[in-house]
Each structure stands twice: as structure tokens, then as C-alpha cells.
């Protein structure tokens, strides 16, 4: 069994650490000190397709395997544990429920705008 990364997942947690040590990091420390979220790193993160990276692609989604999204989670928790954790429990404790045992009705109402990061 093969347990290395391929080619695409590589090339995605290159651009995604480029991203977050751009764009996330920088704020990370004076995010702790305020004890504040940043909602622009919500948006940011929504842009790059990470929130929607866990939900298939008719919800919004881009439908990433679990190896990816788990990596992605890490690389997020290595840059600034706080919005990974705010994201990470919205993502995981409200998504994945709907999406594992909502309704057809409730996925569409709610996993687009999850995936967009509203």
C-alpha cells in the first residue's frame, strides 16, 4: 500500500501553506493577544476553496478525499490554531452532520453557503 502523496496533493499543500503563511499567519499572534477572530480569514479561507473542501461538489463543495482535507486541517492548525479550530468545529460539528444525515433539502440549503464561508 502506497501511503505517499500524489502529485495534486503535493502541488495543493504547497499552495496552501503559501497562503496561509501570506495571508493567515501575519495575524495570528495579535489574533491571541485581542483574543478576536478575524472574519477575513473566513473569507480568505472560503476563496481558496477550504471550507468546502469536506462537502461533494453538488453542495458547493470541492470534494476532496479525506487524506487532503485532514493535511489541510493540519497545515491550517500549524499556521494559527485558533481559526482552525473556529473553522474546524463549524465545518465539523455542524456540517459533516448535515451532510452525513441530513436531508436532500437540508444539503442544499446549508452546505453552499458553508462551502462559501457565510
Known amino acids: 500500500m502506497d501511503f505517499g502523496l500524489t502529485d495534486d ?19 495570528a499572534a495579535e489574533m491571541d493577544a485581542s483574543e478576536t477572530f478575524r472574519r477575513e480569514n473566513l473569507t480568505a479561507l472560503a476563496q481558496l476553496g477550504y471550507t468546502g473542501l469536506n462537502f461533494p461538489e453538488p453542495y458547493g463543495g470541492t470534494g476532496a478525499d479525506l487524506p487532503t482535507t485532514t493535511m489541510a486541517s493540519i497545515e ?25 444525515y441530513g436531508t436532500e433539502e437540508q444539503r442544499r440549503r446549508w452546505l453552499p453557503g458553508m ?3 457565510e
Open 9 to 27: 496533493q503535493q502541488q495543493y499543500l504547497k499552495s496552501l501553506r503559501e497562503f496561509l503563511a501570506a495571508e493567515i499567519l501575519p495575524h
Open 76 to 100: 491550517l492548525a500549524r499556521a494559527d490554531a485558533a481559526t482552525a479550530l473556529s473553522v474546524g468545529a463549524s465545518l465539523a460539528l455542524c456540517g459533516y452532520p448535515i451532510l452525513q
Open 115 to 117: 462551502a462559501r464561508g
